[in-house]
């Protein structure tokens, strides 16, 4: 007998997939269910955790902030192979603002998040005019051509890079701003992509050219997604910059362009809270696979194809679907 | 000093052109941006050495060998993974990217780097020309990348599989109802790509060692070649590549090595700020640009 899968809404999904129509504080709860637990989840666990896996949720809270940054560029048809461009921008802007002109952390990271977007942003503005892989291309060689110019001309302390930043003043403020900032980003730029604006982002990536007959402006839209993008990523650099209290080549390292495309691919691109989710698992496990070294990269790669190929919606998406819907078989009718 | 420059200068831009000529065919002809080509241009170099070094087969025949065990393996990519993906550039860039990531480091991993790895050269002599001290690999290069321009001018002018390729190039749908199947036609770009990468390798790397960190090197310089020529081009790539050849070397000779990445760097932004598509890409201008 050939079955089919038939998937039903539940409920609660139709009831307020659109306007809000709850009955009870079941319902309320199992809607907000989703939306509160990662709050919790932030303000519990360092609590919970011990030294060692303290600064694990905190390179977990910078990877994801990545991966949303990722994401952002994603959902406005640019696919960027190097987030360590925007990262590394964010990381040499504070160190040299911190080392050089001894400013204190609080002043760095806003103004190196702002400084890095903007310039990642400029740097990046000839490659707007072009659609498809352009943009990929350019993002790939930039961060590696950076290393080699800091390299050669022994800028900015050149190979040694500059270490003896100023510190955090505690590690509970350290991990309460990042995680701070994770929760605004992600509900924040969610908030903004289901906007009207976020709707053009997305409209640039499924079909530009109806988007500039809409009589918008494409570029500017791009140009701005861009910086917004680039910020994230220049805020999580600046911010490693002072956990690490250094900064050097290794800003531009393949890992910080890899793994925001793995955990937002693996979590699900497209809805943020896809890339985090990603972020959670991926950086975790490569914690546990540290013993591997140099395997790590080869490990995402290989998740990356896999996860194309055969779950292209990634984690996020699914475990959505599951929790909206029933699911189950049925006969085909004749 | 000006001449050994420019004779320089010439066998630099043939190796850009060599090194990027694959990368573009794949791209010119399946609209495939095969991330993963450093890899297997590393993949390749890798295969011969072990080939000679491990089983004792002669250098003739394991440069041969591996030349087609790339192209099957590009063939085999494009087979298991793109064709799922054919069409979403995300996906595509993000798999070949992938594939050519865990290739790569594979090898970082078993630490297959050093001087030992290095492929012989062809010819082992070395003559004064003009002036200026020169081996004959190099003359090889410069051979072999001029043969296999012509041999692929030929076979894209001449032949009824490579009009089909660029037939399919030009527009799908309409080869499609000339009875050309996209896929296989695909297929064969990748492969032709990923052979032409072997054979690169096969000339270049004697030049230098085998290192996995040279796979990005390689991607890098024919992504930039092709940026400025205008991907899917074949004349745009060698231009480009004699510009930035040139470029590279008299900036090495007469301001600093340091300043030869700068150099290409600051030629892609200018170009794509002044003429987006590349110098030569008009085929596809108006789809590449918004």
Known sequence: ?334 | MLIGTTIYALINSVILALTAIGFNLTFGISGVANFAYGAFYILSAYTTWILMNQFGVPYLISVPVSILLMAVLGALMYRLVLKRLRGQVLAEVIATFGMGLVILELFRYFGLVGFEYTLPPFIDSSHIILGTYLDMQRLLIVIVAVVVIFLLWFFTHYTSLGLAFRGIAQDERTALTFGMDSDKIATLAVAFGAGLAAVAAAVIIPLGSIAPGEGYDVLIKALAVCIIGGLGSTGGVIAASFLIGFAERFTDSYIGTHWTMIVSLAAILCVLLIKPSGFFGKQKELEERI
Not at chain 1, 67 to 86: C, E, N, R, V, Y
Not at chain 1, 178 to 184: A, D, F, K, Q, R
Not at chain 1, 220 to 244: D, E, N, P, R, W
Not at chain 1, 292 to 321: A, D, K, M, S, W
Request: one cysteine or more; proline letters at 4%; charged letters at 15%.
């Open chain 1, 1 to 334: 007998m050939k079955k089919r899968k038939e998937r039903i809404n539940r409920g609660i999904k139709v009831r307020s997939g659109d306007i809000y129509a709850l009955c009870s504080w079941q319902e309320m709860l199992y809607l907000s269910g989703p939306r509160i637990f990662p709050f919790v989840l932030f303000l519990l666990l360092p609590f919970v955790l011990g030294i060692y896996w303290q600064k694990v949720l905190l390179s977990v809270a910078v990877f994801s902030l990545l991966a949303i940054s990722w994401d952002i560029l994603a959902q406005s048809g640019m696919i960027s192979l190097g987030q360590s461009l925007f990262f590394g921008m964010g990381a040499y802007c504070a160190g040299i603002m911190n080392h050089y002109w001894g400013m204190s952390p609080f002043l760095t990271i806003p103004l190196a998040t702002v400084a890095g977007g903007f310039i990642c942003t400029v740097m990046l503005l000839p490659v707007l005019r072009l659609r498809g892989i352009y943009f990929s291309m350019v993002t790939l060689i930039l961060p590696i051509m950076l290393v080699r110019i800091i390299e050669a001309t022994r800028i900015f302390g050149g190979t040694e890079g500059i270490s003896g930043m100023s510190p955090m003043p505690s590690k509970w403020i350290e991990l309460y701003l990042v995680l701070g900032v994770l929760l605004g980003a992600l509900f924040g730029f969610r908030r903004m992509l289901d906007s009207d604006y976020g709707l053009v982002l997305k409209g640039i990536a499924d079909n530009d050219r109806s988007v500039t007959n809409a009589g918008i402006n494409i570029y500017l839209f791009k140009a701005q997604a861009l910086f917004i993008s680039g910020c994230i990523g220049a805020f999580s650099g600046a911010f490693m910059t002072h956990v690490y209290m250094f900064v050097g080549m290794p800003v531009f390292a393949l890992d910080y362009s890899i793994l925001p495309i793995a955990a937002a691919v693996v979590g699900g691109p497209g809805t943020l809270a896809g890339a985090t989710l990603g972020a959670f698992i991926l950086v975790p496990l490569s914690e546990l696979l540290r013993g591997v070294g140099g395997l790590r990269i080869v490990f995402y790669g290989i998740l990356l194809v896999v996860f194309i190929v055969t779950l292209p919606e990634g984690i996020f998406h699914y475990v959505q679907r599951k929790y909206n819907q029933f699911e189950r078989w049925v006969e085909v009718d004749r």
